[in-house]
């Protein structure tokens, strides 16, 4: 898929728990985003990680990206009920005019009960 | 409030009517986007205006029209409405465009529902 993917499609977990979120995809990026998407509502930003970085942490989350794998992963620690969201990977391809194009996977949703 | 706006929320109309979309950023950002999101929830680029200039077009049918009239404003206007255009279509805009990224801010949605 020139989308790349998402794993899991859903992924359902108690508070307290950690989640693990996998994103792949297929062409060399400039850097992947990670997003959460609520329940009808717009799209969030929460890490950019660049191409030549292979982790970075903002808060509960960790977000790592193995480039000779082309493969990244969103870590949330200690869970909530209020994680509970849509999590999408976004890519930037590398090379080319692509203008700030990301490419989006299909999203994890993730439920996380109280 | 800073943000990115979009109206209306929600857009229930007819097949075959012309509709539009609003967009504005108090941001102060560059660059503006245009995506739709399908009921699988796939997010798919539609076009991108970078200070008024078209500079990303999807393979989008050419019944979609976005305008840029400054750069705080994105519409998009859709054409002869087809059951297919049935989706929820966000805005986002960012920074800039460099290569070593920007995180783009989305606004909440427009729910089209074309009968």
């Known amino acids: 898929s020139q989308q790349g993917e998402e794993d899991p499609q859903a992924l359902s977990i108690q508070e307290g728990e950690n989640a693990t979120m996998n994103c792949s995809y297929k062409?060399?990026?400039?850097?992947l985003q990670w997003y959460r998407q609520n329940s009808g509502r717009g799209l969030v930003h929460l890490i950019l990680?660049?191409?030549?970085?292979r982790e970075k942490h903002s808060g509960r989350l960790r977000v790592t990206l193995d480039t000779s794998k082309k493969s990244s992963s969103l870590l949330i620690t200690a869970s909530r009920a209020a994680d509970t969201a849509s999590y999408f990977c976004?890519?930037?391809?590398?090379?080319?005019?692509?203008?700030?194009?990301?490419?989006f996977g299909q999203g994890t949703i993730l439920t996380v009960h109280p | 409030d800073t943000a990115v706006s979009q109206t209306p929320k929600y857009l229930v109309t007819q097949m075959g009517n012309d509709k539009s979309i609003k967009c504005e950023q108090n941001?102060?950002?560059?660059?503006m986007y245009w995506y739709k999101q399908d009921s699988k929830k796939f997010l798919k680029i539609m076009f991108s205006?970078?200070?008024?200039?078209?500079?990303i077009n999807e393979t989008v049918p050419n019944r979609f029209s976005p305008k840029s009239p400054d750069k705080a404003h994105l519409n998009l206007h859709i054409n002869s409405l087809e059951l297919g255009d049935s989706a929820v279509y966000f805005c986002?805009?960012?920074?800039?465009?460099?290569?070593?990224?920007?995180?783009?801010?989305f606004g909440p949605g427009t729910r089209l529902t074309v009968t």
């Open positions: 986002a805009s960012s920074q800039g465009t460099g290569p070593l990224g920007y995180e783009q801010y």
């Open positions: 062409t060399s990026i400039n850097n």
């Open positions: 990680i660049r191409s030549n970085e």
């Open positions: 976004a890519r930037r391809n590398a090379g080319g005019t692509s203008y700030g194009k990301l490419t």
């Open positions: 941001l102060g950002h560059d660059t």
């Open positions: 205006y970078n200070n008024k200039e078209l500079i």
